[in-house]
């Protein structure tokens, strides 16, 4: 779960060359947190620390069982999150376990 979620931190993450129409949904985070909590009944479901060229910033994953709605936060460490990608429609996907036996 966290790979896949570093892979959209990966894509997504970097606050440096967000589109401008990205980069006007940042605000601080107990306001964002604050919103989605309120007007779409998400919660933190995952997260994980992202290696950024001025420290490091968290990815958050926040998630509504009840809308389906789903929003990806990206924290930096002066407490600014932008929201880098939301959708509708979230699901949890199952791992496959990989096999480690190949027949001869």
């Known amino acids: 779960m966290f790979k896949r979620l570093m892979g959209i931190g990966t894509t ?49 994953l926040w998630v509504s069982a009840e809308t389906g709605t789903f929003t990806v936060l990206l924290t930096d460490a002066n407490g600014v999150s932008c929201i880098v990608a939301a959708g509708t429609d979230y699901f949890q996907a199952t791992p496959v376990p990989r096999k480690t036996d190949i027949p001869s």
Do not use: N
């Open 12 to 60: 997504f993450g970097m606050v440096a060359l967000m589109s401008p129409a990205v980069a006007q949904s940042c605000a601080d985070r107990d306001a964002v947190i604050g919103k989605l909590q309120e007007k779409y009944s998400e919660q933190l479901t995952a997260g994980g620390l992202q290696p950024m060229h001025r420290g490091q910033s968290m990815i958050e």
